[in-house]
């Protein structure tokens, strides 16, 4: 599956506005659940306070219709002069009564005022027999006022409350509709906010503030809040109506055993909760706003340095090294850049190094462009000399343009070997710029460089090669036939020289003498000349047989004799006693250098005494510090047994004694090297100090770096003490570290374990 691929400022966006609003979101939810259960507790609280401040209002308002129906009672039963019937009247218009009504003591009504809304008027009511009544039967028995829970109005026929009064003798009623309770309930209350019941003793429903369908119908006795507040002045908590929760608070009022009950959605319902959420939304998406305004913003300010550093890249890879990397306030990015600007400085150290070698190369080097077109992209300084062309005429261009190949189907034949072979190899005739042709080792292979295909080819000239190993096979042939007629010769002449071998007997015992005397005389000079005399004789003692041995030749072609024969025997053995007699003399020196020899020609661990290692090591450079003006002092004492590797370590004494006599003392007229070892428990120092011109200061941190030398052009390779430390640190596991005052002398120290560790496994 393919991923989808976004630009660097577009996922910083989204991530910062993914982070924004998912921080945002938790907080969120942190700050709803901590204050959910405080709102919740909050709006008991307030439902509490609510109910019983609506149950002390109902009461104030309801005690003042009271009181003033009792001063119209207390009136009739003063049979004062005023008309009781306008007095009913009087209340009627205060709008708090729907119909007020005098009954005489057997129940029949006296008096009566009503609303203009009613059905019945004052004067149909009148007469009416209502001595069953309960209302009036309750007044009767308890002679003072009584509140009725819920009262069937005989005036509208509808659910009021009533109030009954004692007159002294009889009893007044009046009306109040619950239309007007609820009025008084909503003006004292916030009805968008809460619900509010007003229940009589039993339950029923006196007035609702949101549904007045439920008056007279409803009954809330099984409410665990009505059941709760039985007995008690207040009650808090928590209930269900029509499959809603709510928080429910209850006050009840002594005066007229009503039940106040204020009631408030619970839960996500809450209005607080709402009110809180719409805050808490309005906030996150204004914050979200925000973040979507500003995340761009940072977000390209972020990928700036980030751009900035891609683009140094690109340009990187397209060839212009130059240029600063860029840097930032963010310590990621600088870290970033700085390790990419150490990599681009790596891969350009190590492109110059490949350059190097490629140039380097004594071998004619070509990288061509892929298939079909095979066009020169790059060759070394060896293919401009073996072509001749200038390397201007060389790039963009092939062999088959150049007209390189003699015969054009050598180059099919390469080329075919490379499509099938990825590899091919050919000798054929070639041509260079001024025409001239010479036979050729061609040898490709296709590898995969730089995202494409490329092919590498090498060419050298084997023109001289091929006529050399021609000359050789007819030389052999040649000197068969020579050997075959020279031995038929000496057949022929074996009669001849039989006669003669009595007289080349006597000649060979008088030369053999004499070449004993001679031969003492050379072992004495050669004694002065140590080994280079013995070696210069033996090698005189082979040229002279050489010589013998070619004059018998060319003698023995015009006819083999026996004093020829005799005089060539005679020779042959006195030269090879002087041969054997001076190589004999040179073994004695040979024999002190055979453990150096094999040391430093197999690199093989073995146990070993520093010191005799050492002092083998200034006996075979003994003959060229004779040539020196250094002198080489050996301070190291017996006893420093090591497990290890002999050769490596000579090898690395011998490249700083030999470095010293080459570089340390241009000048002078003497100086001294000194080698002094110290050994503890596990490791051993070697010191090779001198006391000559000293390095210079701007190439001491380098000295160990390939190919630095102060006689670069002037026979320094650069590589000596480069071969040293790696020897040092990867074969005998130690360090090599060098101190220097010009002028004063160097010190190399040496320090390595006594037991090298063991090679890792391949």
Known sequence: MKLPRWHLRTSLTLLLVAASAIAMLIAFALLLAYYQPRLAAQTRDDLGKKSVDLARRSETVLSVLQGQLELVASSLADRQSIDPQRQLNLLIRQAAFSAVYHLDPSGKVIHAAVSDGERKQAAELIGNDLANDRLRRQVMQRLSTVWSDKYLSPVSQRMTVAIGVWTGKDVLIGEIPLAYILETITESSNPSAWAIWVTDGYGDI??????????????????????????????????????????????????????????????LDSPPLRTAVGLGLTALVSLMLLSLLFAPLWAARTAQPINAIAERARKLTEGHPEG???????????????????????????????????????????????????????????????????????????????????????????????????AAQLEAWLRRRDGSEFLGMIQARTVLMGGGMRTIWSAEDITELRHIEREVRELNVELEARVQKRTEELRAANTALSTTVEHLQMAQTELVRSEKLASLGSLVAGVAHELNTPIGNGVMAVSTLRGALKTFRERSAEGLKRSLLDSFVESVDTGSLIAERNLERAAELVTSFKQVAADQTTSQRRAFCLDEVVHEIALTLGPSLRHSVAQLNVDIPEGIRMESYPGPLGQIIANLITNATIHAFTDRQQGQIRIVALASDQQVQIWVGDDGVGIPANLLPRIFDPFVTSRMGRGGTGLGLHIAHNIAQNVLGGRISATSVEGSGTVFELEIPLVAPQPAEA
């Open 324 to 422: 600063d990397w860029p840097r930032s306030s963010v310590i990621e990015l600088n870290q970033l850049s700085s390790d990419l600007e150490h990599m681009a400085a790596a891969i350009r150290e190590r492109e110059q190094e490949l350059e190097i070698i490629f140039e380097s190369s004594p071998v004619s080097l070509l990288l061509t462009d892929p298939f079909p077109s095979f066009a020169f992209a790059k060759a070394n300084a060896a293919t401009l000399r073996l072509f001749g062309y200038p390397r201007e005429e060389l790039i963009g261009r092939n062999g088959a343009q150049l007209g390189f190949w003699k015969d054009p189907a050598d180059r099919n034949r390469m080329l075919a070997q490379l499509h099938e072979n990825q």
């Open 206 to 267: 006196l007035a609702d503030s949101e549904h007045s369908e439920r008056v007279g119908v409803v009954n809330l006795a099984s409410q665990p809040i009505f059941v709760k507040v039985q007995g008690m002045p207040q009650a808090i908590g928590e209930g269900s109506f029509e499959g809603k929760r709510y928080d429910m608070a209850a006050a009840r009022s002594e005066r007229m055993n009503w039940y106040f009950i204020v009631r408030s959605p619970a839960g």
